[in-house]
C-alpha cells in the first residue's frame, strides 16, 4: 500500500522540470547537465540581462509597494558563526545605505535574519520560511553545505540565493540560475595556496587538512600545484575537528619534519595543532586559510610562535581598487573576511530589483548578470546605479570586492591575498589579482 | 619507533576518554541512566577556568579548582531541580531529559561566551623526549591525573563508607534505604563526585583544546563508546576501556587515514561487545 | 497428553540426563566428578530434593535449555535436547517454572496465561490476518480456566505488578499449565504460598498426574512432597546422594545428614 | 512495648490494603504473622518499614513514633527488615551486601567473620555476585544481612522460603539467641510454620488487610490445630475446596 | 504568521520523522530493542534513492554510480537497502541488550558516518549528493508542496496502520513477553531471537522509505544531515510522545517538528536579534523538553484518543 499515494503524481513529475523553464530559457540546461550544457546557461543569461535596458520604466507595480524583504540566512552559532556574523552586518550596512537612498523601486529593504548554525536542513527550513511566509525574494550568506541543499528550493521557488563566501565546487555545476555567489570557488584557493607554497623554496611540505569540503577541495589542488613544482610532500592528513588534541595528527609531520606546513582547518583545531606543532618541536613555516585570517589567532596561539613564520591565505578583494577604498571609507569593518563580497551581494541585488521588470525572485535572476557586468556605466554604489538605470541606462556594478563577473555558474573569479604574521598583526605580502589564473 | 610515538599519544587520549567518562559511568551506575549532559558540565567547567584564568588573572590552578567546585554544584543543583522529581521514570525519559539539559547549558554558555575561540593564559606545552619519544608536559599531567582519579575512585568506591553506600544505592535504593544507607545525602554525593570528575575533566579540556562552545559537547560520542565499551556501570572497566579506544585510535593512523579515527573509535566497541556483549567488564551472560 | 495407559502408566524413559554438568568460574554446581545422570519416566511424579545450592535449579535450567550443560547429553523422547534452545524445548512439550517468579509485567494476569500458549497468530505470516482469532477464544477460555484452578480468577485483569508473592507464583504454574506440557518442572511451586492453596495445588498435581503429565517438582516443603511424588532424588553438590520411593529417602540416614537435620521436619 | 502499631491503615496509590491493624511486638518476643495470600502480609510489613506511608494509624518504635518516617529513618531507630522480594544488592558481591548492611554499626570484620562462621555457604561465596546464588542461598544471605545491622526489631518477610529444613532450623536458632538478648521480632511465615511457632511467643492471623485472630503460638502446634485453622479461615474465604 | 505554510512543513518533515519514531517505536517499545544508531538505516535510504535516481558521474563528481532510476523503483530499492543493512547490521549485534545494543547500533551508525564522509566514491564525501530528485509536481490546483507532503502523510499513515495491525496481534502480544522477559517467553516457547530479528527488519523497511523522501525534500544526501543529531531527536520525539503509544509518539513527532517550526515562525530583523534568539532558542528547547518530559502532555492526549475510539 505505500507505493499507491506516490504513483498518483509520477504523472506530473515531468511537468515540474519543465515548469520553471517559463522564467528563462536556461532552465532546461540544468535538467540535463551534460558538460556542454553548462556554457548554454550563461548565454541565454546574458540575453536576458540586455532587454532590461529597453523597458525599465514599466515598473510591474506601483513603487510606493513600501517593503521588499530579502533573506540574510547566516551561520551565527557553529564553527563558521564568526564568519556569518561578518556576512549579516555588511549586508545590514548596506541595507541601510540602500534604504537611506530612498530604497529600491519596490520599496526599502526588510532583512529577516536566520541562523543556520551551518545545518542544512535548518538552512532548507528556514529559508522556506522567509521565502514562503515572510517574502523574501532574495536569500543571501549560506555557507556551502545550506548552499547546495538550497539550490533546488531557489529553482522551485524562484528565488535567489547568493553567497558571498561558499566555495563549495559543487557549485560549479549547480550555480549559475537563481544561484549566484560574489567569491570564487574554492578551486581558485587552492591555485592561490599552491603558487605561494611552490614559490617559497621549500624542499617538503606537509599537508593538514580539516575533513570538510570547503577545505578538502582546494587542498587537493594545491597539492597538484605543489608536487608539481617538484616539492615533497611529506604527508596530507585529513582529520576531524572538535578534538581536545590533535596529537595522533601531528606524530608523522612532526617525524618528517617538513619545511612547512600547509593547515586548512577552522580556528579550533587550527589553533591547537599550531601550539602542539610548534610544542613538539616543529620550527619550520605556516600557510593557513581563510578562517584563520583573523586578528585573534595571535592572542589564542601566542604572537611569538607565528611570528614571521606564518603566512595565511584567503580570496579577498584587491585593496588598491578604488570601488574597496571607498567601501572602507564608509564602513569601518571593511577589512573583515568577506565583508565587501556580502556588500556587493546586497548591493546587487537592490539594482537587479531595480532593473527588473517584477519584483520578485525570478526578475533579479533575469538581470542580475547584466547588473553586474555589461558594456554600461561603471558604477560602485545603489544610488548611482538607480539613478542611471531610472534614466535607462545599462549599468556595469565594480564592487568593493572587485569587478564581479559571473561566470556561466554564477561565480565571479576572484583575487587572493597572502599575509605574513608580522609583530603580532596579519601584514599583506603577496597579491594575486584574478588575472593570475587565467592562464 | 613510529609506532611507539603513536602508542604514547594514544595512552594520553585514553587518559583524557577516562576522566571524561569516568564521571559520567558513575552516574550512570548510580542514577541508572545516561546523562547526556555530562559532556556540557565539561563545557561549564572549562569556560569557567577560562573566564577566571584569562579574565580574572586567577593562577589557572585556583581557577581550576575553583571551575570544579562550580561544576559540582552546578551538576548537584541540576540533579536536584530536574532530575529528582522524575527519578522513578523510565531511563530513557531520564536521558531525554538530560538532553534537554544539555541544550540548556549549551545555548546558556553560547549566550554568555558567543562564537570565537578561547585558549587559557598558560604557556605552550613543555616537551621532553627520552629513548627518541616524545611527550609534552600536558599529556603527563592527563595521565597522571587519569591514574589519581581512577586509584582513588576504587578506594572510595570500595573502602568507604560512602562509596559502599553509593554502590548500594546504585542496585536496590529501597533495600539500601532499609540497610540505614541515607538516600538523599548518597545521592547528593554522587551527583557532586560526578559533577566534580567533569569539572576535572573539563579543566583538562581547557588546558588541551582551543576552546569553542560546541567542544565540550563534542566529546559525548567518545564518552558514550568508552562508557558502553567499559560494561555500563563499571568503573574499573572505564580504564581499560579507555585506554583501549584511545590507543586504538591513535596507533590506527599509523595505517590508515586520520579522518578514520571516529571510525575506529567505534569499530573496536562493536568488535569488543561480539566478543563480550555486557563489555569489557561484562559478567552477564547475553 | 492424556496416555491411553491411564494414570501411572510407566512406559519406558521419557526425560534423561546422562553425565551433565555445569561449571561456574571456579564450583561445580551440578555434576561433580562424573557428570549427573537420571531419568524420569514417563507419567511419572518425581520430586527432586537437596540442600540450598545443591544444584536443583540448574539442572532445571540445563533441562529447558536456559544453560547448556557442559558435559554430557539431556534426552527428551529419545531426542537430543542438550543444546536446542529453550523455546524449542518448550515447543517440544517440556514446560518449566522459575524459582523467583518471572512473569511479563506489561501484561495482565489473564494476557500472561494467554501469552503461554501458542498461538498461530504469533508467526509474522499470519499476524496480519484474522483467522487467528478463534483460536485465540479459546485460549482466553483455557487460560481463564486455569486461573480459576490456581485461585487467580479474581485477579485477572490485574496488573501483574500489583500480585502478591504467593499470587505470582501462581501464575508462574498456570503459564506453564496453558501449554499443555508432556513434562512440567516446577521449581518450589509453594514457596511463599499459603497452606491453604497449597491443598490446591496438591490437587492440581495430582490431578495431572493423573492426566498422565510427567511432573519433576523442586521444593523443600516435604510435607507437600513426600506425599504426592512416587520417586524422590536427592541432589547434594550437584552429584545424586540418594533416590528412591518416598519412605526409603525418608528413613535414609545420608539424606537425614545432608537435608534434613533431625528428621521431624518431614 | 518495643514495637507499637496502631490502626494502620495503608495501599497503594488509591488501593487501601490494609483497614486498621494493631500489632505489638515486646523485647525478647517472636511474633507470628499468618495469612492467605494477598491477606496484606507484606504490604503490612512495608508500611513498618517505611517503603509505604500509611494513611492512617501509628508505628511507634520504643516510644519513638516513627510513622511515616522514609526507610532510612525508620532503620536508623533500630528496625531491620527483610523484604520478601528484591532482598539482596544483587549486582554486589555477597561480602558487600553484608558490609553495606554493617554500614552503620562498629566491627564490621567480626560481624562478617560470624556469619561466615554460622553459614559457611555463604563464606564459600563471598565474593560472588548475589544475583548468581540459589534461592536458598540467597535468603540466607538477606536474613543475614538484615541480622548483622544489629536491628532492636526484626521484620521479616517470609525469610524461610526456599530454604532447606536444616537453614530454616539454623536460622530459627539464630534468631532465637538475637531474641534472647532483647530483639523483637516479626517474622511472617506460610509454609511449614510449625519451626518458627514452636520458636514463637503470639501468633497473628492476618486476612483480608485486618487481624482476625491472636493466638498462643503453642497452642497452634497442638497436632491438627493449625490445620483446623486453616481449613476454618477457607471456608471464612469461601473457596471451593478441592475433591479429595 | 503563514499557517499553510507552516502546516505544510509540520506535515511533511513531522511525517517523514513520524515515520522513523513510529519504527523505533516498535522495535523499543515492542520489541525490547534500543536502536540508537536509527540514522544510519534513514540514511541508507536517502543515499540509495539518491544514488539510484541520479546519472552517472561526470565533470567534478567522485561518486562512482549513479544509475538514473525513475524515482518510484529507487524508493522501493530504498527500503530495500535498510533492510539489508538492517540485515547486516542485526545480525552480529542482535544478541546484544538494552543499552549495549543501543550503544552498539550507535557505533554502526558512526562507523556507516564516517565512512560516507572520508569515502568519496559513494557520494562524494563531505561534499554529498547535491539536486537529488523531487518528483512530485503541481496535482491540478494544489501545489507541489501540498502534494508532497500528503505523500509524506500517506506513507506515516501506511506505516502505522501495517504497523497496528501487526500489534494487536498475538505477534504483538508475543513481543511484549518477550522485551519483558525474554528467558521465560522463550521458556514459554517463543522464539525470541527470531522475532526480534523480525521486528529489526520489518521497522527497517519505512525508515529506508522514509529516508528516501527526505532525500527528496531536502534535494540532498549529505553526511552532514545524517548525523547522530537526528537520532536523538527521533528519540526526543519519541520519548516525549510517550513511548508506549503509537499515538503519541506521533503526535510527540508532530509536535517537536511543530515546536521547531514555530520558534522559527517569528522574523528576526536584525542580526541582533537573531543572534540572541539563536542563543535563546537552545535554552527554550531544552526547557521545553524537560517540561514536556515532566508533564507529559502527549501522553496524556494519546490515551484520551485511544479512550475515545
Ligand atoms: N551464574 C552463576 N555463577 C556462579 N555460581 C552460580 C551461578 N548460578 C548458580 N550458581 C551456584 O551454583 C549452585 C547451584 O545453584 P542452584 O540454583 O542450582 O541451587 P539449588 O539447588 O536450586 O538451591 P536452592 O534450593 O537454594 O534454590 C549455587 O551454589 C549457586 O551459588
Ligand atoms: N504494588 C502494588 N500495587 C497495588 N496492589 C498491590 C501491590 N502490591 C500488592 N498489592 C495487592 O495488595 C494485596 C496485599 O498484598 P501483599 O503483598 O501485602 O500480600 P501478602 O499477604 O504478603 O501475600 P503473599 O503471602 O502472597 O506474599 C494483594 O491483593 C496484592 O495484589
Ligand atoms: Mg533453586
Ligand atoms: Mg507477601
Redesign the pocket.
Known sequence: GDDDPDEQPATDAPDTTSEPAATGDAEPADEEPDGESATDVAEPADDVAEPVDEEPAEAAEPADVGEITVGVLVPLTGELGEFGKIVADAIEFGVGEINAAGGTRCGTIRTVVADTGGDAETGIREATNMIESEGAVAVMGPTSGVMVALVDLAHREEVVIMSPYAGTINLNELGGNFVYRTVSSDLGDGAASGLWLSSRGYESVAFLIQNEESTISPAEVARDEVSGSGIEITDFIVYNPGQPSYQAELTTVLANNPDAIFLAGGQESGVTVIKEAVAGGFEGEWLFTADLAVPEIFDAVGAELINDKAFVEFADADPSLPEFIAFEERYDKAGDPFAPNSFDMITLVALSLEAADSCNGAGINSVIRGVAHSDGAEVSTFAEGRDILASGGAINYEGASGPLVFDESGTVSGAYTIQQAINGEWVNVEFYPASTFDG | MLLLQFFVSGVATGCFLILATIGFSLTRRVEGFLNIAHAELLGVSAFTTWWLNSHHGWHVLAAAVAAIAFTALVGLGIARVVYDPIRHREPAVLLITSTGVAFVIGGALHGLIGTGIRTLDIGLAQRYEAFGLRVTSHQLIVVGLAAAVSVSLAVFLNRTRTGLAIRAMAVNPELAASRGVNLSATSRATWLLSSGLAGLAGVMLAMLATLTTDLAFAQILQILAVAILAGLGSLYAVILSGLLVGVAMDVSAYWIPAGYRPLVAFAVVIVVLLFRPAGLAGTRSA | MTLPGGANALNGVLLEARHISKRFSGLQAVGGANGLSFSVDRGAFVGLIGPNGAGKSTTFDLMSGVQTSDTGSVLFNGHDITRSSTDTIAEKGIGRTFQTPRAFESLTVLQNVVAGATSPGESLRWAFGRSWRSHETATVEAAEAILRRVGLHE?AA?RV????????RMLEVARQLVRDPTVLLLDEPTA???PGLQERLAQLLQDLHRDGVTLVVVEHNLHFLLALADHVLVLADGELLAQGPPADIRADPVVIAAYLGDGDVA | MLLEVRDLVS???R?T?LHGVDLTVAAGEIVVVL????????????TIAGHLRPSKGAVVVDGADITGRPAQDVAAHGVGYVP?EHNVFRELSVRDNLRVAALSSQGTKDRLEAVFERFPILAQRASQRAATLSGGERQTLAVSSALVGDPRVMLL??PAAGLAPLFIKQMVEWVRDLADAGMGVVW?V?QNPDLILAASARTYL?EG?RITDEFDSQELLRPGRLRELLLEERQQTGSKSPPA | MNWPQLLVTVLTLGSIFGVVTLSLNLQYARGGMINFGIVAYFAVGAYTYAIFTQPPPQGLDQYKFGFGWPWWAAVIVAGLAALVFAAVTGWPTLRLRGEYLALTTFAFAEVFHSVLLNERRIGNGTVGLARVERPFGDWGPIEEKYVFAGAAALLLVATLVVFRRLLVSPYGRALDAIRDDETAAMAAGKPAQQMRRQVFLISAVPVGFAGAVYAMFTTLAQPSLFTAEVTFIVWIALVLGGERSVYGVVLGTLGLVFFEEIVRAWPFETVRSAQIAAAVEHVVTGLVFIAVLRYQPFQAAATRLRASR
Open positions: 485477579r490485574a505488578g500489583d500480585l502478591s508473592g504467593g499470587e505470582l511463599g504460598v499459603h | 495501599g497503594y496509590g488501593v490494603i495469612g492467605p495470600n494477598g491477606a496484606g502480609k507484606s504490604t503490612l510489613m512495608k520478601q518477610d517470609e511472617v506460610e492476618v488487610g
